[in-house]
């Protein structure tokens, strides 16, 4: 038996069942070209309700955004039934296509987040027809409603890491915590404090029970959190956090040397011998080599600084054990106790209050460079979007680029 051309056009190309197209016309609006599609239900009317057979009463229409199709929005005008029903009442005929009031179907919803993923609202309100507040509805209507699996979609971990992320300007923060074992983002919250960092711990309990590791910069909000969640033994400094850290103190250093200096000797230091110094010495050439005996020959305090920093971070490229380790640092930190320069000595008392948290390292070795890839990430989506003033649409658009948000998403939504 040979389907009617209409409902052909209904089920192929709109991809709508138990509908007929009756007319397709095109309309000018507000400077857009539309496509006008006219559908009407091929089932007979009957009471939503006790489902009895019934004449129509009258019909109304609803307008639904429903698709694209060459850059042109497609426009459902759905004849809506009503029926009088002598138990029910005066009632309007159940449809599929759109989420109860919404004006989107759930296929153009669909669309939208695929689009959305990828492009920025205003890419995708031209690609698909639509006004950019129109896509930006659909878009965070469909994003809520994956939201309510969020937490069901996201597998149980074994090592996560936290970060901030600035978000806006005038230091608006929020506290990202990232799955290291797929590089996926959990969940991001509000603020740096432990607060924040609590909130996202207490949200994800359940999907915690595995937990081994927590991996994070020097942050004391962060540590404090952890270790009011879980135990100071789960936090893992990550290494090169504490080589910037050391880096930072070696800048203090060379600046005090370069103080003393005259002028035309500050400004040779500065130019050639910042860079070198800061670089490892497994990075380094035979050309730095030779610098580095230079130096050694023209400032011996710089020479001295420099060592003193390799000596601190080659602890921490080697695969030693934690009792070790502890041995080494205690060594360092009393023979920087001693230095001349107050950058090294502050940074010996923070590593003595902190020796029990650093030597996690050498019992796993787990870096934050996975949360500071997804940093990349969301600082290229603020960027696309030139900024969000909603933070929960900020939060739903990360989670969609770069975490388990779009894992809920089906045919069958």
């Not at 669909?110 to 896509?135: F, H």
Request: net charge positive.
């Amino acid at each position: 038996m040979q389907v009617p051309l209409e409902e052909q056009i209904s089920e192929v190309l709109l991809k709508l069942q138990g509908y007929s197209v009756e007319r397709i016309e095109e309309v000018e609006f507000k400077d857009r070209k539309q496509i006008h599609v006219s559908i009407s239900s091929l089932s007979p009317a009957q009471c939503p309700i006790c489902k009895t057979a019934l004449p129509v009463y009258d019909t109304r229409t609803r307008y639904i955004f429903h698709a694209s199709i060459l850059g042109r929005a497609v426009i459902l005008l759905l004849k809506r039934r009503r029926v009088n029903c002598p138990r029910c009442g005066i009632r309007t005929e159940e449809q599929g296509i759109a989420d109860g009031k919404k004006r989107h179907s759930r296929h153009l919803e669909r669309c939208v987040l695929g689009y959305t993923e990828k492009l920025d609202n205003k890419s995708t309100a031209k690609l698909l027809g639509y006004s950019v507040s129109s896509v930006y509805r659909i878009d965070k209507a469909g994003l809520s409603r994956l939201e309510e699996s969020l937490i069901s979609n996201t597998p149980k971990m074994e090592h996560i890491s936290l970060d901030e992320v600035a978000y806006e300007k005038y230091h608006q923060y929020a506290t990202v915590l990232t799955n290291q074992d797929d590089g996926k983002v959990v969940d991001i919250h509000p603020g740096k404090s432990k607060s924040s960092a609590v909130a996202l711990f207490n949200k994800y309990s359940d999907k915690l029970d595995w937990l081994e590791t927590v991996a994070m910069d020097f942050s004391h909000s962060y540590i404090g959190a952890t270790r009011e969640c879980f135990a100071e033994h789960y936090i893992v400094f990550d290494k090169f956090h504490v080589s910037q850290y050391v880096n930072r103190c070696l800048e203090k250093v060379r600046r005090e040397i370069q103080r003393k200096l005259p002028e035309e000797l500050r400004y040779q230091i500065k130019k050639h011998v910042r860079w070198l110094i800061l670089r490892r010495d497994c990075n380094m050439t035979q050309w730095h080599h030779d610098r580095l005996e230079q130096l050694k020959q023209d400032n011996a305090d710089l020479f001295e600084a420099y060592l003193i920093k390799e000596e601190l971070l080659s602890i921490f490229d080697k695969d030693i054990s934690k009792e070790v380790a502890r041995d080494l640092l205690i060594n360092w930190c009393d023979m920087a106790s001693k230095s001349a320069y107050c950058a090294f000595r502050n940074l010996a008392k923070s590593i003595l209050n902190k020796l029990n948290i650093l030597l996690n390292w050498f019992v796993k070795h787990i870096t934050n460079a996975k949360a500071e890839a997804v940093n990349n990430v969301i600082k290229t989506l603020l960027k696309r979007a030139y900024g969000y003033k909603d933070f929960d649409y900020f939060r739903l658009k990360v989670l969609q680029r770069c975490g388990y948000l779009m894992d809920g998403l089906t045919h069958s939504n």
